[in-house]
């Protein structure tokens, strides 16, 4: 069997050129995601070794969280960063589930998140669900729930209201632009349960902060932790 595997993966190589998801290099094939030198000068935050770390404070007196870590520093120009965009815009969700599963495996030989029972990806609004074709936090969710073992409850929390994107706003305008746009629909799926919420970049933790408050509002007897696939050293630093 693992002749005919060889066989098959040899086969889709040539079909479809693999290639290394940050860099855009071939990847050999003992790779799957990243080639080599990426995966050697990965710019990883080790957050989900510490259990008390820079992005735990960022929620400090705002949201009770259990856990709270990102996979890789978010650094301007970067192809870490670029390959974000790959899979955010561009239809690599492959990637996005390729690199959650990554950042899960990490996590599981962490054992920070070993008590984690359900993962809850940020929900994105129907409409920019049909312009985009996916949601990639869910991507990237289901890739850590493959190496954790759990559950991705993505129909528990739905985004009820259409806001414009995060991504050109100020600060300010990042709370006000997420207040009330979640809805819980399934609390029977998290009730009792320890959720990690899941997203792709951190940048103020408004989106993550309405989203947990939402859920607590709806299962007050919920525990939460957090884990995204980017920050920015500048976004642990900031106060709001």
């Known amino acids: 069997?693992?002749?005919?595997?060889?066989?098959?993966?040899?086969?889709?190589?040539?079909?479809?050129?693999?290639?290394?998801?940050?860099?855009?290099?071939?990847?050999?094939?003992?790779?799957?995601?990243?080639?080599?030198?990426?995966?050697?000068?990965?710019?990883?935050?080790?957050?989900?070794?510490?259990?008390?770390?820079?992005?735990?404070?960022?929620?400090?007196?705002?949201?009770p969280v259990h856990h709270a870590s990102a996979l890789f520093w978010y650094v301007e120009g970067s192809p870490w960063r670029?390959?974000?965009?790959?899979?955010?815009?561009?239809?690599?969700?492959?990637?996005?589930?390729?690199?959650?599963?990554?950042?899960?495996?990490?996590?599981?030989?962490?054992?920070?998140?070993?008590?984690v029972d359900v993962i809850v990806p940020v929900p994105l609004h129907w409409w920019r669900r049909i312009g985009r074709g996916y949601n990639q936090a869910e991507y990237i969710a289901r890739g850590i729930a493959r190496e954790l073992g759990v559950e991705v409850a993505s129909r528990a929390v739905v985004r009820h209201r259409y806001n414009e994107s995060q991504t050109r706003q100020s600060n300010f305008r990042r709370w006000t632009n997420v207040?009330?746009?979640?809805?819980?629909?399934?609390?029977?799926?998290?009730?009792?349960?320890?959720?990690?919420?899941?997203?792709?970049?951190?940048?103020?933790?408004?989106?993550?902060?309405?989203?947990?408050?939402?859920?607590?509002?709806?299962?007050?007897d919920a525990r939460l932790s957090v884990a995204v696939l980017a920050t920015t050293r500048r976004s642990l630093r900031q106060q709001d």
């Open 82 to 115: 670029d390959a974000v965009h790959r899979f955010k815009y561009a239809g690599r969700w492959l990637s996005a589930y390729d690199m959650g599963r990554w950042y899960g495996a990490l996590m599981r030989e962490a054992g920070t998140y070993a008590d």
């Open 179 to 220: 207040e009330g746009i979640f809805r819980v629909r399934r609390a029977e799926e998290l009730r009792g349960k320890h959720i990690l919420l899941v997203d792709d970049v951190f940048t103020t933790g408004a989106t993550i902060l309405s989203l947990g408050e939402t859920i607590l509002r709806a299962v007050p």
């Open 1 to 63: 069997m693992s002749i005919l595997n060889s066989l098959i993966r040899d086969l889709r190589s040539i079909v479809v050129p693999r290639s290394c998801a940050v860099c855009g290099g071939d990847l050999p094939p003992t790779k799957h995601l990243i080639c080599s030198a990426c995966e050697a000068t990965a710019p990883l935050t080790n957050l989900w070794c510490e259990p008390s770390n820079a992005m735990m404070e960022r929620f400090w007196g705002l949201l």
